[in-house]
């Protein structure tokens, strides 16, 4: 997990490059950049994107850019450079007020507001996290122990990280309570047939086949694919069905 | 059998032409609604647009009107409810054949029947084929 700016150095691109490809504002890539404040998951994934790097590469709240890299990272015309063209800003609305009046109206510069921290993960990535730890048969304190932080103080990207390491494991680890559910909709997948006639393959069983029209022809299945089935007759003829032309075929088990 | 595969039958039967083709003997602006028809496993399209394909095909509107129920969502939807409960169903095929039995499964392409009156053996349906289903 590095800072942006330096996942920007390493891929050669400008701020404006990073902007135009992700989309995002080269005022706010800036403040992301220095820190100023966090980037939001929706942007975190934009310019992941555009970095061609994993949201988990990325920093939410990057450190601020050391002086000695500024120029570096940023050339000294940066809001010109990097912003699109806009027109001038139509005239104050007091043509009374002279130009030459001091910012904020002579009062204190107002004191520069804090940069946030990463968000405090969502209600509903924390059930998420409650529901994956059911199927490992983990109650909350016992998931906590997993993470290694109690779930009030997970924030986003901690949150986020750990949905998938926890799908990850429920994948390569099969806990009891994850049922290997059939995808119901869209409809499964055609693996099914194809693993039954591998079997039938493997096994030289011959099947019975009736055909859309009625004929019928009995065989032993030696190759398949999605669309169609090549099976050897009793008398040596090799046929090859368009699966398009079966109505059904019987095998004994 | 669906609407869709049923419309692909027909264009089939009817000497292949294009859904584009189609469309401009009907006046329709864009084959889209007809491919619609044909590769959603849902039920979709309008009222007007199925009664105007039937007298296209020389079809009874109330045979597609009866298929669009007949979806292979619909047919997704009772395999699972017969799978899962154990019941024992009846296929009815286009050529009006009655198969009956149990899912063992079934997938996007077929179905593993163990029919009742022989359970040493396995029936592998096409889909296809399946023209209406019930409950035993």
């Keep these: 997990m590095d800072d942006l700016w330096k996942i920007r150095l390493k891929k050669q691109m400008t701020v404006a490059q990073l902007s135009a490809r992700a989309g995002i504002p080269a005022r706010l890539l800036h403040e992301y950049e220095e820190g100023a404040r966090s980037v939001p998951m929706r942007n975190l994934e934009a310019i992941a994107k555009a970095l061609y790097v994993d949201v988990m590469d990325i920093k939410a709240l990057s450190d601020p850019i050391p002086a000695n890299l500024t120029d570096e990272v940023r050339p000294p015309r940066r809001a010109a450079e990097d912003e699109p063209q806009r027109p001038a800003a139509p005239p104050a609305a007091r043509p009374s007020e002279p130009r030459s009046a001091p910012p904020y109206g002579g009062r204190e510069r107002p004191p520069r507001r804090e940069p946030r921290g990463p968000s405090k993960a969502r209600e509903s990535q924390v059930q998420h996290l409650l529901s994956l730890a059911q199927l490992f048969e983990w109650d909350q304190a016992a998931l906590e122990r997993e993470m290694g932080t109690p779930l009030a103080q997970l924030d986003r990207m901690e949150a986020s990280r750990w949905l998938k390491v926890l799908q990850e494991r429920i994948v390569t680890e099969r806990p009891k309570g994850a049922k290997k559910r059939r995808p119901y909709l869209p409809e499964s997948v055609d693996a099914f047939e194809l693993h039954y006639l591998q079997d039938r393959q493997d096994t030289e069983k011959p099947l019975d086949f009736v055909l859309f029209n009625g004929d019928k022809l009995t065989g032993r299945v030696i190759g398949f694919g999605p669309y169609n089935i090549t099976v050897v007759t009793p008398d040596g003829a090799e046929v090859t069905l368009n699966k398009l032309a079966i109505a059904y075929y019987t095998g004994e088990e | ?136």
């Excluded at chain 2, 009907?26 to 959603?40: C, K, V």
């Excluded at chain 2, 129920?69 to 095929?93: C, G, M, P, W, Y």
């Design chain 2, 1 to 136: 059998m669906s609407l869709g595969d049923y419309l692909r039958y027909l264009r089939a039967v009817h000497g292949g032409e294009s859904t584009q083709d189609i469309a401009t003997k009907l006046g329709l602006p864009s084959p889209w609604p007809i491919n619609e028809i044909e590769q959603r496993y849902r039920d979709c399209g309008d009222n007007e647009l199925v009664a105007r394909l039937a007298e296209y095909y020389g079809v009874p509107v109330e045979e597609m009107q009866w298929r669009r129920r007949r979806s292979r969502k619909a047919l997704t939807a009772f395999l699972s409810e017969a799978q899962d409960n154990a019941h024992t169903i009846v296929l009815v095929l286009r050529n009006e054949e009655r198969l009956i039995g149990t899912v063992e499964w079934f997938d996007m392409g077929a179905i593993l029947l163990k029919p009742l009156d022989d359970e040493k053996r396995d029936i592998m349906v096409q889909r296809h084929i399946v023209d209406d289903w019930e409950m035993a």
